[in-house]
């Protein structure tokens, strides 16, 4: 699946036939760029949405998938879990790149069929095509390495001023 330049939010949420459930995770709202004086509690809101997201995916689907989502897979290089893999290399990406360098939230929509993930940056947004396009070397970190490579479906809410990364993950 991989890379869709042209997939909607709704058409994820159709497909994924949701629920109505949802949940919001917020990080970072301020419209200035993180500072070192608040750093830490960023970083510490940053991680516990993380976890709370594997907690929740965990708690509903737990009984129908056969492995466990675990954000330590990302650490042990277990690419089969690619809900930990998406959340540390696009949620890295708004700590190191994004204008204000922080996810604003973490949002997640459950389904019958399937969830979707989506990590929200302020500011300014970056341009997906361009940068998966010529592969540029300012972004080093794996995030559209995986985004190129992995089995479900990454989008955005507009390719070429994207503020928010999506992740949808199908049964």
């Not at 997939?7 to 949940?23: K, N």
């Not at 990080?27 to 516990?48: K, P, W």
């Not at 056969?66 to 959340?87: S, T």
Request: glycine letters at 8%.
């Amino acid at each position: 699946m991989a890379i869709h330049f042209t997939r909607s939010l709704p058409e994820a949420m159709e497909s994924i036939e949701f629920s109505g459930e949802g949940y919001e995770f917020p990080i970072y709202s301020m419209e200035a760029i993180r500072s070192h004086l608040i750093s830490d509690s960023v970083i510490e809101q940053y991680g516990d949405a993380k976890w709370r997201i594997i907690d929740v995916l965990n708690e509903k689907y737990g009984a129908i998938l056969f492995n466990k989502f675990d954000l330590h897979h990302w650490l042990e290089k277990n690419q089969d879990d690619e809900v930990a893999y998406f959340l540390n290399e696009a949620g890295s990406n708004s700590l190191n790149y994004s204008e204000y360098l922080a996810p604003s939230g973490f949002h997640l929509w459950l389904g019958k069929k399937g969830f979707v993930i989506g990590i929200e940056q302020k500011g300014k947004g970056f341009n997906a095509i361009r940068i998966n396009g010529e592969r540029i070397k300012e972004h080093q970190g794996g995030a559209f390495q995986f985004f190129r490579e992995c089995k479900n479906v990454v989008f955005f809410d507009n390719p070429e001023n994207a503020k928010v990364v999506y992740f949808e993950v199908k049964f």
